[in-house]
């Protein structure tokens, strides 16, 4: 079984170098060719001209890029190379109408399509524990599981095509709400004078505890909002789930604030910080 | 060193058994008379008639009630038992200006009084694993540490007396930010029509995870509400935290919210059901 890979930015070329180690890739393609020619030279993997060139030499095409449109420009760029058994596995974040539009035009061709959203961050991909939630025939999941194997430390099915992105939006909804509490009552704190290093140690292990106030709790109190989840990249996230919410006649209140609060930040140049850049707007003034 | 326990609620009881083990209890006294006879007659320890009854015979005092009514009354009858050197530490969660009015009164007897709220729940006060957050002087903190460390498994000084209270009061806050943020994606899944199992499994893995949807998620999916940590007692935490917060001048939305619905579920009767129950008010209608 011959893997390419398609979208090397900060998950992908991660994801693609944990497949190379495992002697899986066979070759890659990057909008940006320069960092497809690292990779293809680091591991002397073949350097496909197109999405179409890529997926004309290999059995699984791997995918992750940012947005919905990117995945539909591929997905129809792949098109002519497709072939029966052809499968394309899509890692990206995007609206589970995307999934549906793409494997509906891959399996037109004869092959199938599998939604592939993944949860851990950079450091999830680097080591290659990454939670990857499926949405697509069990049959296709199962023929693709060793490949995946090697990027991740759980691989779950969640149903139909779609059902892995619809999983994935409820985990960045309340992503977005626990950045909500956890900068709500932090502010709090630094606001009433306490020592904010000793309450979040407290804190985080008692009953209010989570993961974003263990790994971003202290760097936030310290003002550094460094590299990690991008505030930009969660905001199209929360407006796939905002559409989500809206076609079920569903409103979500911190989902509708967290975008809000997010656009403020992206307006003052906070965009490619981490989400907890969030931070700056409830921190008492100094 | 003698201890005395006063309060043998949900909480109090089993933090006053696991000192009666420790051989570190002296005496009990409880509102409510006959849960502190059956305390008492389990291990043999003084009965006491009333709170200066209690301190007459012991040299530590340690208090476990509801509402800062209960700690104010309790301490002003304990007062003329006070004698130098005995000292009052008190386990409620009340407001920082009900620790500060107790510890005025105390020491102007000579005794000293310590704020010493704890998080873990009634599962941490039975596996004597509560993680306590101390307000007040550190050598009073270091006399009754032996006592202390019989109940929990962390004791970190937070400052000076109200600074215990003050941390508690930013955990209750942080603890209903995460109740809305997981009850509203929890809430959007169910609506999308997800196996809400498998996504309580994956988004708990992740960097939305958190200790809530880790031990409540699944009961709240099934509609089990149980014994946990009760409404009305968060509703009166989040009332300590929004007074705080106004005198700050600065206002905690989530907080405000929470406070809202918690006294909607009080008036539908659900007052006494874990917090958790917030999800009846957010789930999709059947």
């Not at 792949?78 to 029966?84: G, M, N, T």
């Not at 003002?223 to 989500?244: N, S």
Request: charged letters at 20%.
């Amino acid at each position: 079984m011959r893997v390419g890979f398609i979208g090397l930015g900060a998950m992908g070329e991660p994801m693609a170098r944990n497949l190379a180690r495992s002697n899986l890739l066979h070759a890659v393609w990057n909008r940006t060719e320069a960092r497809a020619a690292a990779v293809a030279a680091d591991y002397g993997l073949i350097l496909a001209s197109s999405p179409a060139d890529l997926a004309a030499q290999v059995d699984v095409v791997l995918l992750c890029v940012s947005a919905d449109r990117d995945v539909l420009e591929i997905v129809e760029n792949l098109l002519p190379a497709i072939r029966p058994y052809t499968v394309v596995v899509d890692h990206s974040t995007v609206s589970p109408e995307t999934s549906c539009q793409s494997a509906s035009l891959i399996r037109a061709r004869g092959g199938d399509f599998l939604d592939a959203p993944v949860t851990g961050g950079v450091e999830g991909a680097r080591s290659a524990s990454l939670v990857i939630m499926v949405g697509g025939r069990p049959a296709t999941l199962a023929g693709v599981t060793p490949v995946l194997k090697t990027l991740s430390r759980r691989i779950v099915s969640m149903g139909d095509v779609g059902c892995g992105q619809a999983a994935k939006a409820v985990n960045q909804a309340m992503a977005a709400g626990i950045n909500q509490a956890v900068t709500e009552a932090l502010a709090f704190g630094q606001a009433l004078g306490l020592d904010m290093h000793k309450v979040i140690d407290v804190v985080a292990g008692g009953a209010a505890g989570n993961w974003f106030l263990d790994k971003r709790g202290d760097t936030m109190i310290d003002g550094r909002f460094g590299p990690g989840f991008k505030v930009a990249l969660h905001h199209k996230d929360l407006q796939i789930c905002e559409q989500m919410a809206s076609e079920l006649g569903m409103t979500l209140p911190l989902v509708r604030q967290t975008v809000a609060d997010y656009a403020r930040l992206m307006a003052e140049g906070h965009g490619d910080e981490d989400i907890s850049a969030l931070y700056r707007l409830k921190k008492p003034k100094a």
